[in-house]
């Protein structure tokens, strides 16, 4: 590692053996079980970094174990937003390649599953998804972006919006209209495109919290082989479904929030409000037991979700409940932030993200530099993977009977 800035092969060396343990883990995984590392992996990520950047005696004893002297843990210090950024960033991958997968093994050509999952499953290919476009975004199904069948191959052209991570992806699966006479969810088919193939611009969209996760992507003239479509031509709004499913229920992020819970607990006991931790603040206490119950209760409605999903006769359709998971769970998910942000007070106010040759040291307590970032960030999850508003239409109609 030199000074320009965090190398993320000697980070993860750094981390520790967990990271290690996680990285092994994603090389052996399974379709099954690759989700389950990658998340691990950000995990980790984070506890190690928590660890380092800790305030008391224990924590940097923890860092000095881990083998990093103090100029790294000075500079992990400055990059702690870029840290975070990083496990972010694991999420999203966890996110979008389980549902890609979860629809090749559902409805793919034996030779997709041939060519695709194995590869998934060792982590060589890095999907993302072109779902959303500029004026069809809850209302997927206006989708405008074109397929037209020639011969042995489909020609591409449109865009689509609001992609993460396009810049580093080998591949994106596409909702694109192949029959523009038919009704506007018949006429939508479901494409896999490599993003080497010409024709494809990808375009950054900076986000309010300074980040680059999510782009624009324009598709002109693309040559897609005609073996790239999955399943039938014209169902892919049935595969969409299918596959939104089993995002949302993704989306829920359990894990995620149980350790953010365990994280707010210690910054409340470190920070002191009237004289004595704001952990002891009655109030503050009860905001978070508010939160801690209904994330028991999205645990047990998730593991409930899993449990009658082996039993469902129709596993090609989604399941309804993985939308109340989804509302649930992102608005548990953005409660937490704020809380984050009670926590850090104005501390989070003056966090810029670290420039190349920046030395200063960090405005206020290390651990707040990424809460900003974090809370601002955290807004789009009641958008993504169908808004909440969407949620509770599908809930009303699906499961209530409304």
Not at 74 to 96: C, F, K, N, P, Q
Not at 278 to 283: A, M, R, V
Not at 336 to 351: A, D, I, R
Not at 362 to 387: E, H, L, Q
Request: hydrophobic fraction near 40%; charge should be neutral.
């Amino acid at each position: 590692m030199d000074d320009a800035g965090l190398n993320l092969d000697a980070l993860m060396s750094a981390m520790g053996r967990d990271a290690q343990r996680g990285a092994e883990a994603l090389r052996l995984a399974t379709a099954e079980t690759r989700t389950v590392a990658i998340a691990g992996m950000a995990r980790a990520i984070r506890s190690q970094t928590q660890r380092i950047l800790g305030a008391n005696a224990e924590d940097q004893a923890a860092g000095r174990a881990a083998g990093l002297s103090a100029a790294m843990q000075d500079r992990l210090t400055l990059d702690a937003g870029r840290l975070e950024g990083i496990a972010r960033s694991l999420d999203e991958v966890a996110a979008i390649a389980d549902p890609v997968g979860a629809v090749i093994a559902q409805f793919g050509s034996e030779e997709q599953k041939h060519r695709f999952l194995p590869r998934a499953a060792n982590a060589d290919d890095f999907w993302c998804q072109g779902f959303s476009e500029p004026g069809s975004g809850s209302d997927l199904a206006s989708l405008r972006t074109r397929a037209e069948r020639r011969g042995g191959k489909y020609i591409v052209n449109g865009q689509k919006i609001w992609t993460t991570l396009a810049q580093y992806a080998d591949w994106i699966f596409c909702l694109v209209r192949t029959d523009p006479a038919a009704k506007k969810q018949e006429g939508i088919s479901f494409i896999l495109i490599d993003m080497k193939t010409p024709g494809i611009t990808v375009r950054p969209i900076v986000t309010i919290d300074g980040g680059r996760e999510v782009n624009e992507v324009f598709f002109d003239d693309v040559e897609v082989p005609a073996e790239n479509l999955v399943g039938q031509e014209n169902k892919g709004w049935d595969y969409a479904k299918f596959l939104l499913g089993n995002e949302r229920t993704g989306i829920a992020r359990v894990g995620a929030s149980k350790a953010k819970v365990a994280r707010i607990k210690q910054l409340a006991a470190m920070e002191r409000s009237d004289d004595r931790p704001l952990i002891e603040d009655p109030g503050f206490r009860e905001k978070l037991a508010a939160v801690e119950v209904e994330l028991k209760a999205l645990e047990m409605a998730q593991l409930r979700v899993v449990s009658d999903e082996r039993k469902r006769e129709n596993k090609g359709r989604p399941n309804p409940a993985s939308s109340i998971l989804k509302l649930s769970g992102s608005m548990i998910q953005q409660r937490l932030t704020e809380l984050v942000m009670e926590v850090v007070g104005p501390y989070m106010m003056p966090y810029q993200p670290p420039e190349e040759g920046q030395n200063e040291s960090a405005f206020g307590p290390d651990y707040a530099a990424a809460a900003g970032p974090a809370y601002f960030n955290t807004r789009k999850v009641s958008i993504y993977g169908g808004s909440n508003e969407i949620q509770r239409n599908i809930i009303a109609k699906a499961i209530l009977g409304l």
